[in-house]
């Protein structure tokens, strides 16, 4: 059995992909490539800082509120809502980062500071921890993947959000970094506590991060057969300590550390994800009705049919992260018209396939770290069986994915050349191909990442009508809305969020018994890049807007704020 001290750069083997490890590049070099990175994110993500509101992308609001909750509420969860707070499905990890921020004067400006710096502490891990993660390969394949993940728009955009992403990244390299660290110093206690805290961070950051943690395991494992028990004890040790501090010192409590709707999500036969209209159901489901029909069916279908729609969506996202440019709607429709409509779809699986590729030479020529290579398969094989629709999921292996696709790019260069000129090395033009589109890459990633949209006109003004309550509504009122999060951080006041189905009955009833005050009416936070015409949700639109309309004709409710800028953002006062 191989042990922990066993892989290092002398048995991995060089193949397909050349020489020039990072060891005849001069410090020097090195730090300059890192420097360079540094300036490239940075300039980026400063391009358009503000562009994007809190509370107007995805549940960034959601950890704001659970930040302050952790620094000022009596147990941790919505301290948004009026009363004791209620319960939240995200785990404490990012908002624990985030609650220190909470006694500002003005803390969602600094909160974005946190997803900024763990980009950049990502980027520096990442390159200089990279020895320790990838041996035995050309320096190229560092710097290039390094650039890349700086340049991409996807974590360009996540620096200006207050979201877990990031800094879910930096506990994964943290912890990969630590492994290997304790793997080649078993006498060590330091390293693998510190492996505890960090993965328990990643756990608790997102949930998922049980996936890579298990893989990081079973590798200690492996490598240490019965004298495993000693360094998971420490890593146990570790994780108790952080917790019980957490717990001692917050308002989190034991209570708060099971993911009971995550794991819910996970075993419930009716979440499986429906296709778009006018396209084939996933393997193993006919329509969302004939699912709910049948919920003591066995999970297998269920479990199928989600890792149908999984394989669409890595194919989908996987190009999309690693070639952010083109594969839109309007590309598909001009190659459609020149009868090449299977380009973009061709491309896609090609891409996929470069990366499954270069992932299984790495693995197979033991380049890989093995702690990476069971933290990328842990967290790759949960998204096989979620129902998951969103390239952010992809964010925290999107440096792995990359380094696959280039070394996937260059050997399949190199073996076309053996194919076509036998008994030429083919080493110098393939790299140089590589390392000329990566540049380009660069580039255009770059560029996509300095036209990203303000948030203010893709999704709306979050603040709308939250400044007039701040000021008019009295410090308890209680306010419903569709966002109830955003509208609390800005308006500074309890929310709760209004039903979204029944009819008049119904409103009243949750008015009488939740107290309400007012309700605020806005238009849904849909992200349009294109046209930027905001609408109103079905429910909005449909029943709720109707019925205040008429309680204001009946005298029950006064329309007492149209919103100058964003007319559709309307406030009513219960009378």
Known sequence: MQTATQWSSSNARPGLFGAAPSELVAPRQQAAHWLLMLLLLLGLSLWAYDSFQVGAFMDDAQYAVLAESIAHGPVYGAINQPGTPGPTPFPFGFPLVLAAFTWLPDPLPAMKLVSLFATLLNVTILFWGWPLLVKGRPYWLRPATVALLAASPLVVGNTRTVMSEPIFLTWLLLSLV?????????????????????????????????????????????????????????????????????????????????????????????????????????????????????????????????ASWAATQFVKHTRGILIPV???????????????????????????????????????????????????????????????DSPRLLYPVQPFLTACFLVGGYTALRLGGRLLRPGKPHVLWPQAVVIGAAALLVLASALKSL?????????????????????????????????????????????????????????????????VDYILVMPEFAWRNDDGVRAYDAYTAQTLLPLLQQGVADGEFALVYTDPQQTMTQVYARR
């Open 326 to 388: 083109g594969g839109g709607e309007r590309e598909a429709a001009v190659l459609s018209r020149v009868s090449l409509g299977f380009l973009p779809g061709a491309l896609a699986f090609g891409v996929l396939g470069l990366v499954i590729w270069g992932g299984a030479l790495l693995a197979a020529t033991r380049s890989l770290s093995p702690f990476v290579t069971a933290s990328l398969l842990g967290y790759l094989g949960v998204l096989s069986v979620w129902a998951w």
């Open 451 to 515: 036209a990203i949209v303000d948030s203010g006109v893709a999704a709306g003004d979050v603040t709308a009508g939250a400044a007039w309550l701040r000021q008019n509504a009295p410090a308890d009122a209680v306010v419903a809305a569709r966002y109830p999060a955003p509208i609390y951080l800005y308006a500074g006041r309890k929310t709760l969020e209004y039903p979204s189905d029944g009819g008049s009955a119904g409103l009243r009833r949750f008015v009488d018994e939740q107290t």
């Open 178 to 306: 630590l492994a290997a660290k304790s793997a080649a110093h078993p006498r060590s206690i330091l390293y693998p506590v510190g492996l505890g805290m960090t993965l328990t961070l990643m756990i608790f950051t997102r949930t998922i991060g049980v996936a890579p943690a298990a893989g990081m395991a079973l590798v200690i494992v492996a490598q240490r057969g019965l004298s495993a028990w000693r360094t998971l004890m420490l890593l146990a040790a570790g994780a108790f300590v952080l917790l019980a501090t957490v717990i001692g010192l917050t308002s989190v409590r034991w209570q708060d550390m099971a993911p009971h709707e995550y794991v819910n999500d996970l075993f419930n036969r009716a979440n499986v994800p429906q296709p778009e209209p006018g396209t084939a159901a996933p393997v193993g489901q006919t329509d969302g009705a004939a699912q709910t029909e049948h919920p003591s069916q066995s999970l297998l279908p269920v479990l199928a049919a989600r």
